[in-house]
């Protein structure tokens, strides 16, 4: 080792090593003398290379250390095996004194004596705190009730997720290997109108250290859209970023579970028209808007003539089928914007929104004709039969007659009974001069 020249490659690769290299020379009465080093070794004595060169390690080690791993140089001298120890090290770092793995290899002469040993040193602390993390880690994800997340996020911005495995794979249907690189393709998944929203989230409890809890809508290649659940939990990393730790879930069945209830909720079950409370909510929220921008609204309140004598004499069965069948006809009349709602029964109500306060009533008074007219066309049933229902409707308006819900409905009811004391199958404006709430017989 002596005759080994700076110039040789050998030589250069043992100074480039980021392991710290040492060749110890072992002397009679069990001691050891520094043969050669690196710069790497220099690190962790604390000391200048070109000053422990030629050293015995009593000379250059400090004591503590000393205690430690003259056993093992002993140890290896006298048996001429291979040993592998823990010790630490004093090189400086933002974790103080770090922990060392070292390979010890015993190198014997033509006389068979160990006439060397031939060190590797490796820093071990990030390592071995990874590894028990993730043991922990993995431990504690057995009990959660998704897939493990963890988002690393770098100083400049960078995002990757290292625990990325076959579970987020299923979940999201990209590459754990891709994922730990970067995690860009995470968010590309994310549907577009959810992106802004999660990015906000991140970003809002990267300042604030507050727990995150988003659901959103993720692009899976097979499984098409997914909705999935994020919990999660910053924290700051040592030299600047984030990490996020916490667990995705799949709540697509959920998510649709509840949709399914709120239109239950909101919907008639037997047209599948909005029901009365959505009705309600709706009108509220077009008087609010034709306040604010100076619009008319309109209520066509109807109520079906000669329906009864269909349920009497066919059947429930055959009552229900007109019921859909009418509700189709009038809602294929009505633009987007405006609402047909079954309040119970056979009355329907429909809302015209934000109409021109100069127009609404003729608006209105055309829409009823058309209703009228649908309503009255021959609806057939088995055996070739056919029956005609008619329909009666009355109109209130925004704001003439009112300016708010239970005044508009009232009205609009009052003139649906104007319009059957009229002789049936017509529509009527409301009419404040009088009221006609006495129902004529059907």
């Given at each position: 080792?002596?005759?080994?020249?700076?110039?040789?490659?050998?030589?250069?690769?043992?100074?480039?090593?980021?392991?710290?290299?040492?060749?110890?020379?072992?002397?009679?009465?069990?001691?050891?003398?520094?043969?050669?080093?690196?710069?790497?070794?220099?690190?962790?004595?604390?000391?200048?290379?070109?000053g422990l060169q030629g050293c015995l390690v009593e000379e250059c080690f400090p004591s503590g250390l000393l205690a430690?791993?003259?056993?093992?140089?002993?140890?290896?001298?006298?048996?001429?095996?291979?040993?592998?120890?823990?010790?630490?090290?004093?090189?400086?770092?933002?974790?103080?004194?770090?922990?060392?793995?070292?390979?010890?290899?015993?190198?014997?002469?033509?006389?068979?004596?160990?006439?060397?040993?031939?060190?590797?040193?490796?820093?071990?602390?990030?390592?071995?705190?990874?590894?028990?993390?993730?043991?922990?880690?993995?431990?504690?994800?057995?009990?959660?009730?998704?897939?493990?997340?963890?988002?690393?996020?770098?100083?400049?911005?960078?995002?990757?997720?290292?625990?990325?495995?076959?579970?987020?794979?299923?979940?999201?249907?990209?590459?754990?290997?891709?994922?730990?690189?970067d995690a860009q393709a995470f968010f590309d998944g994310v549907h577009a109108d959810d992106q802004k929203a999660l990015?906000?989230?991140?970003?809002?409890?990267?300042?604030?250290?507050?727990?995150?809890?988003?659901?959103?809508?993720?692009?899976?290649?097979?499984?098409?859209?997914?909705?999935?659940?994020?919990?999660?939990?910053?924290?700051?990393?040592?030299?600047?970023?984030?990490?996020?730790?916490?667990?995705?879930?799949?709540?697509?069945?959920?998510?649709?579970?509840?949709?399914?209830?709120?239109?239950?909720?909101?919907?008639?079950?037997?047209?599948?028209?909005?029901?009365?409370?959505?009705?309600?909510?709706?009108?509220?929220?077009?008087?609010?808007?034709?306040?604010?921008?100076?619009?008319?609204?309109?209520?066509?309140?109807?109520?079906?003539?000669?329906?009864?004598?269909?349920?009497?004499?066919?059947?429930?069965?055959?009552?229900?089928?007109?019921?859909?069948?009418?509700?189709?006809?009038?809602?294929?009349?009505?633009?987007?914007?405006?609402?047909?709602?079954?309040?119970?029964?056979?009355?329907?109500?429909?809302?015209?929104?934000?109409?021109?306060r100069q127009k609404v009533k003729s608006q209105a008074l055309d829409l009823a004709d058309q209703i009228i007219a649908?309503?009255?066309?021959?609806?057939?049933?088995?055996?070739?039969?056919?029956?005609?229902?008619?329909?009666?409707?009355?109109?209130?308006?925004?704001?003439?007659?009112?300016?708010?819900?239970?005044?508009?409905?009232?009205?609009?009811?009052?003139?649906?009974?104007?319009?059957?004391?009229?002789?049936?199958?017509?529509?009527?404006?409301?009419?404040?001069?009088?009221?006609?709430?006495?129902?004529?017989?059907?």
């Amino acid at each position: 080792m002596k005759e080994v020249k700076g110039g040789d490659i050998c030589w250069q690769a043992l100074q480039q090593a980021k392991d710290a290299c040492f060749l110890l020379e072992v002397l009679p009465g069990q001691q050891f003398r520094v043969e050669a080093c690196n710069q790497a070794f220099a690190q962790h004595l604390g000391q200048p290379l070109e000053g422990l060169q030629g050293c015995l390690v009593e000379e250059c080690f400090p004591s503590g250390l000393l205690a430690e791993v003259a056993p093992r140089y002993q140890l290896a001298a006298e048996t001429g095996e291979v040993q592998e120890y823990d010790t630490w090290t004093l090189a400086p770092s933002s974790l103080g004194r770090e922990e060392v793995n070292t390979l010890l290899t015993p190198i014997v002469d033509d006389q068979g004596r160990v006439s060397h040993l031939l060190g590797i040193a490796r820093l071990v602390t990030h390592r071995r705190q990874e590894e028990s993390y993730r043991e922990r880690w993995y431990k504690l994800s057995r009990h959660l009730p998704g897939v493990p997340f963890e988002l690393h996020q770098d100083a400049n911005g960078d995002n990757r997720i290292p625990l990325a495995g076959p579970k987020m794979t299923a979940l999201l249907g990209l590459g754990a290997r891709q994922l730990k690189q970067d995690a860009q393709a995470f968010f590309d998944g994310v549907h577009a109108d959810d992106q802004k929203a999660l990015r906000k989230g991140f970003m809002g409890t990267q300042e604030t250290l507050d727990d995150l809890k988003v659901v959103f809508r993720f692009r899976h290649p097979v499984k098409g859209v997914r909705w999935i659940e994020l919990h999660s939990s910053p924290e700051p990393r040592p030299g600047g970023g984030r990490v996020w730790y916490g667990y995705l879930m799949d709540v697509t069945e959920r998510h649709e579970n509840q949709a399914n209830l709120h239109y239950l909720a909101t919907h008639d079950t037997l047209t599948g028209l909005p029901n009365r409370g959505l009705f309600l909510e709706t009108l509220e929220t077009a008087l609010r808007q034709a306040g604010q921008e100076d619009k008319a609204l309109a209520l066509l309140f109807m109520d079906l003539d000669k329906f009864k004598p269909i349920n009497d004499e066919l059947g429930h069965k055959a009552g229900d089928r007109v019921l859909k069948d009418l509700a189709t006809r009038i809602t294929l009349l009505l633009p987007a914007q405006d609402m047909l709602a079954r309040l119970g029964g056979d009355e329907f109500i429909v809302l015209m929104t934000a109409r021109d306060r100069q127009k609404v009533k003729s608006q209105a008074l055309d829409l009823a004709d058309q209703i009228i007219a649908a309503v009255s066309q021959p609806l057939s049933f088995r055996d070739g039969e056919e029956r005609q229902v008619g329909v009666s409707i009355g109109i209130s308006l925004y704001p003439e007659h009112g300016e708010d819900a239970d005044s508009l409905i009232i009205c609009s009811d009052d003139a649906m009974y104007a319009a059957k004391h009229a002789g049936r199958g017509r529509a009527r404006v409301f009419d404040p001069r009088g009221s006609h709430k006495t129902k004529p017989s059907r």
